[in-house]
């Protein structure tokens, strides 16, 4: 089956640093890759998603990249404010399977 | 508008009781799941159920269990519970896979914290 590994596993930051959170994937024919943020004591929400037919997708402030030759993704944070503080988490999934495989997270300071 | 909601937020209980944890959604999706995150915020899924297959990991004992009324519910019963079933329980919901592009964002319910004393 998948594997999904994350790093780090903290991330400390000032306000206005650029923060990157890595993750590799293990099965070649995943092709969904979505990033979700999750603040203290709230539920997990997608904040960018990118499938394998595209390199690079942008949002604001936020950017993920995939190089699915060396099957690997990540999610640039610019910028960075407070609010970003949370728990990063990426995902993949196979075409034919609804079941995705999560990272460990990785946990995101941002000090004012 | 809630578009996944469970009950109840919060749920302390003894060790040995059964209890359930309801989840309901009003997106239209076919597809509903169970995670379990534990203290170091490892989100681990239980189930994941659609109106035609029942997807199990096999790392979930047996005490637990989805039951799914109709396609908006998807309740986890737990019986007989451990002290290590404490932790926080997702319910989450997405579109059918289909199709060439056929997997889309998961939708998370609040959540439930699970105390068992």
């Known amino acids: 089956g998948e594997n999904v590994e994350q790093h780090p596993s903290t991330l400390s930051v000032q306000e206005g640093d650029s923060a990157v959170i890595k993750c590799t994937y293990s099965d070649s024919a995943s092709n969904y890759f979505p990033w979700y943020k999750q603040e203290l004591g709230k539920r997990p929400q997608l904040i960018i998603d990118?499938?394998?037919?595209?390199g690079e997708k942008k949002d604001q402030r936020i950017a993920v990249t995939l190089n699915k030759t060396a099957k690997h993704f990540s999610l640039h944070i610019t910028e960075t404010q407070p609010e970003d503080s949370a728990v990063y988490f990426c995902?993949?999934?196979?075409?034919?399977?609804?079941?995705?495989?999560f990272g460990r997270g990785t946990s995101l300071i941002v000090h004012p | 508008d809630t578009a996944v909601s469970q009950t109840p937020k919060y749920l302390v209980t003894q060790m040995g009781n059964d209890k359930s944890i309801k989840c309901e959604q009003n997106l239209g999706h076919d597809t509903m799941y169970w995670y379990k995150q534990d203290s170091k915020k490892f989100l681990k899924i239980m189930f994941s159920?659609?109106?035609?297959?029942?997807?199990i990991n096999e790392t979930v004992p047996n005490r637990f269990s989805p039951k799914s009324p109709d396609k908006a519910h998807l309740n986890l019963h737990i019986n007989s519970l451990e002290l290590g079933d404490s932790a926080v329980y997702f319910c989450?919901?997405?579109?059918?896979?289909?199709?060439?592009?056929?997997?889309?964002?998961?939708?998370f319910g609040p959540g439930t914290r699970l105390t068992v004393t």
């Open positions: 159920y659609n109106n035609k297959e029942l997807i």
């Open positions: 989450a919901s997405s579109r059918l896979a289909g199709g060439r592009q056929n997997n889309y964002e998961q939708y």
């Open positions: 990118i499938r394998s037919n595209v």
């Open positions: 995902a993949a999934s196979r075409r034919g399977s609804y079941i995705p495989t």
